[in-house]
């Protein structure tokens, strides 16, 4: 038919754009958002962790006090989100959430997971180290939940933050996740 591509022409088009994209990709992969326009970065003041977000998202800490009890306490919590979803008398879920525990001495973030009961040592056997260019933390997936399944645990000093992406959005933010050298 006029108008339609054979499947071998599909087939290259398609490797060719494939191509195009890998050429002009960044040498980081494009992962480190602070160095692309069209991003802000946020900075807790409280709990020394900042994080890059597309301008526009909306940038909510809550209120810890008001949210329902939980053990281990919560410290903090903020939630990045899409202007569109953030929205309305019932705005839609986070693309991301960074919530900060106390780690309560732990010395690794799977002794913290298992002392907290966020993970037993069975179901840590296959959770994945995770690294982006200024921590290294622990990616941890649950099989019984259905969204969102999978979090990145990051120690550091008395403190445990949990990152939690609902979004491709909030996955593309972890990678810019950061703590100051040293602390």
């Known amino acids: 038919m006029p108008g339609q591509l054979a499947p071998t022409s599909l087939i290259l ?3 060719a754009l494939s191509l195009a994209c890998i050429a002009t990709q960044p040498a980081d992969g494009g992962k480190t958002a602070e160095a692309r326009p069209g991003f802000s970065t946020y900075t807790d003041p409280t709990h020394g962790f ?3 977000f597309p301008k526009g998202f909306v940038v909510r800490p809550q209120d810890v006090s008001k949210l ?9 919590s903020v939630f990045f989100m899409n202007p569109t979803m953030a929205t309305g008398d019932q705005a839609g879920p986070p693309d991301l959430e960074v919530r900060v525990y106390r780690a309560n001495g732990a010395d690794s973030v799977k002794s913290w997971l298992v002392s907290v009961r966020f993970a037993t040592s ?3 056997a296959a959770a994945k180290p995770f690294r982006n260019a200024s921590v290294a933390g622990l990616e ?5 939940m259905l969204a969102p399944n999978c979090s990145i645990y ?3 000093d008395d403190r445990v933050y949990q990152l939690t992406p609902l979004s491709i959005e909030g996955t593309a933010m972890i990678e810019t996740f950061a703590l100051p050298p040293g602390s």
């Open 122 to 124: 069975e179901g840590l």
């Open 50 to 52: 900042s994080i890059s």
């Open 154 to 156: 990051v120690l550091r």
């Open 140 to 144: 941890v997936c649950r099989s019984p």
């Open 68 to 76: 329902v009890r939980s053990s281990p306490a919560l410290v903090a």
């Open 13 to 15: 088009l398609i490797s």
